[in-house]
């Protein structure tokens, strides 16, 4: 790949990013939720998925789950409850549980299993990659698993750069905002409904 599609590409990432979108609404109501920790360890969980996505372009394996409208609707309505799960549970939740600093270790692994299984589980993102990254790939400047592989791992790299940059501007914000009784008696609420509202998108999303 020449450096201008390289340039090229960085510069589609980077307005992409910017685009709010299912994956950032994650990573901020997470933030709402348990602070700057709990919004990168999301985060993380996100980049990892985006990178499974990726390996999944790479080697082919998203095609096939774009031509198979079974494994499109298994995977749609797995992402889909899986959604409508943590929105349930986010409104249930006593608001004397939110932000509380005894709360066990185990919530880092369940913050990044949330950003995880959300964008896996996601078939709107291996679509993305699997129509996106091909665009700036060369069939004659070799192996074009290997472009893609390296599109996928630029690609994984700028969304870790923004969602770092988003938690840490957003992170001081809401540490203010949580010592508000109103807001803790609230924001579980707000959350799960914008959770919820996500199941119904990816639920009603074609292929």
Do not use: C
Request: charged share 10%.
């Amino acid at each position: 790949m020449d450096s201008a599609s390289l340039l090229t590409y960085v510069a589609a990432v980077l307005v992409l990013l910017v685009i709010p979108g299912p994956a950032i609404l994650i990573i901020t109501t997470r933030t709402v939720r348990g602070g700057t920790r709990a919004g990168l360890l999301t985060g993380a969980g996100v980049a990892t998925g985006d990178l499974v996505h990726a390996g999944f372009a790479a080697l082919g394996l998203s095609a096939l789950l774009m031509t198979s409208a079974s494994a499109f609707q298994v995977v749609k309505l797995a992402g889909a409850a899986y959604l409508l799960y943590l929105g349930v549970r986010a409104i249930l939740e006593k608001p004397s549980d939110v932000g509380d600093a005894s709360a066990p270790r185990g919530d880092s692994r369940l913050n990044y299993l949330q950003g995880l299984f959300s964008e896996v589980l996601n078939p709107k993102v291996a679509l993305f990659f699997l129509a996106f990254l091909p665009q700036f790939v060369n069939p004659s400047g070799g192996g074009v698993t290997g472009q893609l592989a390296l599109l996928g791992g630029i690609y994984v790299a700028l969304s870790i750069a923004f969602i770092v940059a988003l938690v840490t501007v957003a992170g001081p914000l809401v540490a203010r905002l949580r010592r508000s009784r109103r807001f803790n008696l609230w924001q579980g609420k707000v959350v799960g409904v914008v959770f919820i509202a996500l199941a119904a998108r990816v639920a009603l999303q074609q292929r």
